[in-house]
């Protein structure tokens, strides 16, 4: 089991900017397919955006594409995702995900990620 520790969420005006970070746990971060998620109150958790084991390949949700971009510095076992625009749809706790290692491909279920995050909370006022 891989130890997951999500960093920089926070309280941000509509339009603001946050980005988060994800710290792994692992001597082989690089081997895994990676994932952000997120979670509202009263709703589903939902696939946010994704990369493969070396960054060749990543996907997003619909709601969020050319507003987020997700990376990972495999030199630091560590996953980003960069949020701009921010809306107040976005507001919701953010989980970290790892799953194994597809190059090429990034699946968007839940049930791909055997490690998880403890989350962080984004909240966007507007």
């Known amino acids: 089991q891989v130890r997951l520790v999500e960093s920089g969420g926070g309280l941000v005006q509509a339009g603001g900017s946050l980005r988060l970070s994800c710290l792994a746990f692992?001597?082989?971060?690089?081997?895994?397919?990676l994932a952000w998620f997120r979670q509202a109150p009263g709703k589903e958790r939902e696939f946010v955006a994704g990369?493969?084991?070396?960054?060749?390949?990543?996907n997003a949700a619909v709601s969020v594409k050319g507003r987020f971009t997700v990376s990972r510095d495999n030199a630091k076992n560590t996953l980003y995702l960069q949020m701009n625009s921010l809306k107040s749809e976005d507001t919701a706790a953010y989980y970290c995900?790892?799953?194994?290692?597809?190059?090429?491909?990034?699946?968007?279920?839940?049930?791909?990620?055997?490690?998880w995050g403890q989350g962080t909370q984004v909240t966007v006022s507007s």
């Open positions: 990369i493969d084991w070396d960054g060749g390949k990543t």
């Open positions: 995900a790892l799953g194994p290692g597809s190059p090429g491909v990034v699946t968007t279920t839940t049930d791909y990620y055997t490690d």
């Open positions: 692992t001597r082989t971060f690089s081997i895994y397919n």
